[in-house]
Nanobody, 121 residues
Framework: QVQLVESGGGLVQAGGSLRLSCAAS????????MGWFRQAPGKEREFVAA????????YYADSVKGRFTISRDNAKNTMYLQMNSLKPEDTAVYYC??????????????WGQGTQVTVSS
């Protein structure tokens, strides 16, 4: 069983930055593909970014490409999402996920509880 805990959310003005963290309680963290998703009120959960477990391949939604950066520190069992140039439309609950492969669909085996990001205009 993998437990994921997100942190780093909060309130920020448009144009600002936040860094989300996702801590995993598993020694084999480096073997999991990791992803970030978000869900805004009244909308479906959507893909944000993903990283493979090895090789450093990353994938991004078009809406965040060039502004968000996903990274992972396998030694710390932690994944990050650096979010720059934030926009009000980035407001959502952000979830991290772990699975066997990096994918833009929600086909991950484990999910965190989410962290709220609010961007004011």
């Amino acid at each position: 069983q993998v437990q994921l805990v997100e942190s780093g959310g909060g309130l920020v003005q448009a144009g600002g930055s936040l860094r989300l963290s996702c801590a995993a309680s598993v020694r084999t963290f480096r073997t999991y593909a990791m992803g970030w998703f978000r869900q805004a009120p009244g909308k479906e959960r959507e893909f944000v970014a993903a990283a493979t477990w090895i090789g450093g391949n990353t994938y991004y939604a078009d809406s965040v490409k060039g502004r968000f950066t996903i990274s992972r520190d396998n030694a710390k069992n932690t994944m990050y999402l650096q979010m720059n140039s934030l926009k009000p439309e980035d407001t959502a609950v952000y979830y991290c996920a772990a699975g066997s492969r990096a994918t833009m669909s929600a086909e991950y085996d484990y999910w965190g509880q989410g962290t709220q990001v609010t961007v004011s205009s």
